[in-house]
């Protein structure tokens, strides 16, 4: 009976030990994909930060690449600690699981407000930065973040297409009569905003083009948060404290 007792438990060890490795694997996995999602957005979004008054948004965009690579080290180690079965190992382990789930959740819920801040200053600041800084001396990132944007997602101004008219770039000789920047137009031609007409022009009303170019340009905040959201919820943490006790 002692050694069918034996048997039973070592089964059982060996079937949690199995599982908490691929734990540790999709842990390991999720690391990567946060990691991916910061250098995603330093390459494919660093245009849009200079459409930013703070520099908040690049400093997450490091922080998830820093982030992602604690996790993936995390999975690592968890994964030998499995393998190995060193109970100290896995008791410092499961602490910094912990840790790291706790985190998470701060990070969540300041992810989650600093995505409404982020909204608000884009909606502020982005009229304000297109008037006074479109193709401006010294001025050449906002000049191509604004084009990228326009031409992405088919809008032409913050609000709409009559924002331009107190731009600075517009008013002056160098516009050479355009009346919007060539990227608001549905067919980039040379010149081509020199003719303010809806079959030429993205004609977008307040409300959409808030939603354009103040929420889908940094949709990865929100993507972001959701990724936090699900690496917690498949944190093995809460599994991995019953064989380590």
Known sequence: ???????????GTVCLKYL??????????????V????????????????????KTYAASAYILVLAGAIVMVTGVLGCCATFKEQRRLLRVYFVLLLCIF????????????YYQQLNEELKQN????MIEKYQQKDQDHVTRAVDKLQQEFK???????????????????????????DSCCKTQTELCGARDHPSNIYKVEVR??????????????????????????ASPSWRSSSWIT
């Open 102 to 113: 706790l985190l998470e959740i701060l990070a969540g819920v300041l992810a989650y407000i």
């Open 126 to 129: 982005l009229r304000e930065t």
């Open 35 to 54: 990691m991916a999602v910061g250098v995603w957005t330093l390459v494919e979004k660093s245009d849009y930060i200079s459409l930013l008054s703070s």
């Open 20 to 33: 908490l490795f691929t734990f540790n694997f999709l842990f390991w996995l999720a690391g990567g994909v």
């Open 208 to 233: 959409a083009a808030q939603q354009c170019l103040s929420q889908r340009s940094f949709t990865a905040t929100r993507q972001t948060l959701r990724l936090f959201v699900f690496r917690a919820a």
């Open 155 to 181: 809008c032409c101004g913050s609000n709409s297409s009559s924002d331009w008219a107190e731009s600075v770039w517009i008013r002056s000789r160098d516009a050479q009569s355009r009346k919007v920047p």
């Open 1 to 11: 009976m002692g050694a069918y007792e034996e048997k039973k438990e070592t089964c």
